[in-house]
Structures are given as structure tokens and as C-alpha cells.
């Protein structure tokens, strides 16, 4: 079936290094979601990428959709402290009359004050 | 604040034992997913509903089910528990009208620890 990876599975930074995930599907993607798990919390929905090549910022996070669409990065410039957390990516496939997320594995960013 | 919520936040439980846990989710929409996250299996999809009818199925076991209900609260029933089932459920809901591109909101979780 489809699987999702996501790399690095850690990544600990020093406050105001950049931080850069990947994510791979084995299959193309219709689009590619992105969600923020703090510590103790729940994930957060970030962004959704739909076009090939896309690529979308907010603030300091910049998204991109690979031209293949499948694959993605996020990359976050001058982390600070408020960025920890688990990033993880997610790709719809088709279940039964609907669609599933599958997500990534995440990756879990420390930073380093 | 998501909007879906999740009670209780945390279960304390035996081997052998049952529990229910509930979600509402965002007004307004009909969807609802559950999850279930351990510390080795990530963010695993069990199952969704969509306006009290089952739309989706993933890796959910046959000693677990679930139920949306006419004002679309969903319940995740969890039977036969093993120590393994311990782990962090999720609900999140959607509008469920969007296809693939529906986004999906996330409660605060349930823990469940089964001793």
C-alpha cells in the first residue's frame, strides 16, 4: 500500500539555525498536508499543497510540493524555541467510499536556546 | 482550541477490560476519523464516520468499534484490552464534502493506559 517517509527523525538545532523535513510517497499525491504536534498536544493543521511545484510560505515555514507530487519539504528559517515540536507531513489515499490520511512519521524538532 | 473535544482525557484501565471514549466534533461538520498514535506506530488511521454512516476503515482491530450518532458525536469502543492498546486516541472531524482535500481538526486526545 502507499506509505509516506519523512526524514530526518530528529533534529536538534541551535535557536536561529534553519530546519529543514522531507517527505516522500511512494505514490503521487492529489496534495500534501502538513500538521504541528506540540509536546503533550495535539496535531495542528499547518498548510495543504495542491499544485505541482507549489510552494507556499508563512512567516518564518516555507512548504513546498515537489513537481512529481510526491514529494514535499518544510523548511524553517531562524528557528526559536516555539517551533518544537513533531512536524508531520500527510498524503490522502482512496479507502472504501473516502479517503484516508497517511501520515509520515514525522520528524521532532528540538531547539537549543 | 481545535473545536473537536475528547473525553476523558485520560483512562486508566485492566487487561480484559472495556472503555468508551467520545468525541464531538467542530459544529458544522460531519466527518469524524479516529486515531490511534503509540510511540512506535505514529499517527495510525483506525476509522471514519461521515454523517452517522461508516465511510472508511483502516488498521483497526476487530475488538474495537465505533459509532457516529444522530448530533454526529462519535464514540470509539475498545474491547478485550491488551497492554498493547496502550496509546494516545485521536478524533479530528472535517467538513466531509471535500474529498481528499478535506482538512482535518484534531481534539486533544485520549490516554489510555491499560495495566
Known amino acids: 500500500g502507499q506509505q509516506v517517509m519523512q526524514i530526518p527523525q530528529y533534529q536538534h538545532v541551535q535557536e536561529g539555525e534553519d530546519f529543514t523535513t522531507y517527505c516522500n510517497s511512494s505514490?503521487?499525491?492529489?496534495?500534501i498536508q502538513w500538521y504541528k504536534q506540540r509536546p503533550g498536544g495535539h496535531p495542528v493543521f499547518l498548510i495543504q499543497l495542491v499544485k505541482s511545484g507549489e510552494v507556499k510560505k508563512q512567516k518564518r515555514l516555507t512548504f513546498q510540493f515537489g513537481e512529481a507530487k510526491k514529494n514535499s519539504s518544510l523548511h524553517i528559517t531562524a528557528t526559536q524555541t516555539t517551533d518544537v515540536g513533531t512536524y508531520f507531513c500527510?498524503?490522502?489515499?482512496?479507502?472504501?467510499?473516502?479517503?484516508?490520511?497517511?501520515f509520515g512519521s514525522g520528524t521532532r524538532l528540538l531547539v537549543r536556546p | 482550541d481545535s473545536g473537536v473535544t475528547q473525553t476523558p482525557k485520560h483512562l486508566i484501565t485492566a487487561t480484559g477490560q472495556r472503555v468508551t471514549l467520545r468525541c464531538s466534533p467542530r459544529?458544522?461538520?460531519?466527518?469524524v476519523y479516529w486515531y490511534q498514535q503509540s510511540l512506535d506506530q505514529g499517527l495510525q488511521f483506525l476509522i471514519q464516520?461521515?454523517?452517522?454512516?461508516?465511510?472508511a476503515k483502516g488498521n483497526i482491530l476487530e475488538r474495537f468499534s465505533a459509532q457516529q450518532f444522530p448530533d454526529l458525536h462519535s464514540e470509539l469502543n475498545l474491547s478485550s484490552l491488551e497492554l498493547g492498546d496502550s496509546a494516545l486516541y485521536f478524533c479530528?472531524?472535517?467538513?466531509?464534502?471535500?474529498?481528499?482535500?478535506?482538512?482535518?481538526?484534531f481534539g486533544p486526545g485520549t490516554r489510555l493506559t491499560v495495566l
Open positions: 479530528a472531524s472535517s467538513i466531509g464534502l471535500a474529498g481528499s482535500t478535506d482538512t482535518q481538526y
Open positions: 505514490t503521487t499525491l492529489s496534495n
Open positions: 464516520y461521515y454523517n452517522g454512516e461508516e465511510r
Open positions: 459544529s458544522g461538520d460531519l466527518s
Open positions: 500527510a498524503g490522502p489515499t482512496r479507502v472504501d467510499s473516502s479517503y484516508k490520511l497517511i
